[in-house]
């Protein structure tokens, strides 16, 4: 049958704090990245995208890193607020078309 | 207010029941996809639609299927073929210029009785 469901990697981080997400990713011709952040019971909501051309990209209040020697991939949030408390996914374009291939997500929990 | 929407935001399924999905857009947006997530998991392609009228099997397309006759709606049927139903669905869309770029709606959760 269907294997249960996994916990989620936990991230605990004090109010105001920085935090950072990382993202393993497998494909190495995947050439653009995106971050994901996903409330209980809702859908995903997009944070901000990378292309593999760039190193850094930067929103607010939010950077993500792209290292394509390692296909490691970090979103950093600064200043993380409760509203910040959330499951985070990255996900890869694999696919000439478009199709995104995501990771598990990692579990954001901000304490005051 | 533009956006995706889906519904039901929760469903039931009963034994060797077929029931639908809704999912509409009206950002104007070409492709469509449906996603299933599990607890704990990422998120997991069922089918997609690049177009009105045509549509392709995603990574777990067995027990669904999609119709695409209109662009601003894509909705899902999950047969009573598909022995594990119980689910959060979500629908999502992206544009023709930023197709790598999805965005997402509420989601349906599925539950058997």
């Known amino acids: 049958g269907e294997s249960v469901g996994l916990h989620l990697p936990t991230l605990s981080v004090q109010e105001g704090d920085n935090s950072i997400i990382n993202c393993a990713y497998s494909n190495s011709a995947s050439d653009y990245f995106i971050w994901y952040k996903q409330e209980s019971g809702k859908g995903p909501q997009f944070i901000i995208d990378?292309?593999?051309?760039?190193d850094k990209r930067q929103g607010q209040r939010v950077t993500v890193l792209l290292n394509k020697t390692v296909k490691h991939l970090s979103l950093q949030i600064a200043a993380t607020q409760p509203g910040d408390s959330a499951v985070y996914f990255c996900?890869?374009?694999?696919?000439?078309?478009?199709?995104?291939?995501f990771g598990a997500g990692t579990q954001v929990v901000v304490t005051p | 207010d533009g956006g995706i929407t889906q519904s039901p935001k929760y469903l039931f399924r009963k034994e060797g029941q077929n029931v639908t999905l809704s999912c509409e857009q009206n950002?104007?947006?070409?492709?469509m996809y449906w996603y299933r997530q599990d607890p704990g998991q990422g998120l997991r392609l069922i089918y997609y639609s690049q177009i009105v009228n045509d549509f392709q099997k995603g990574d777990i397309a067995e027990g669904y299927s999609v119709s695409r006759e209109k662009k601003e709606s894509f909705p899902l049927t999950v047969t009573s073929a598909q022995k594990n139903p119980t689910a959060f669905y979500l629908c999502?869309?992206?544009?023709?210029?930023?197709?790598?770029?999805?965005?997402f709606g509420p989601g349906t959760r599925l539950l058997v009785l």
């Open positions: 990378i292309r593999s051309n760039m």
């Open positions: 950002l104007n947006h070409d492709a």
């Open positions: 999502a869309s992206s544009s023709r210029e930023g197709l790598e770029t999805q965005y």
């Open positions: 996900a890869e374009k694999s696919d000439s078309w478009g199709k995104l291939q």
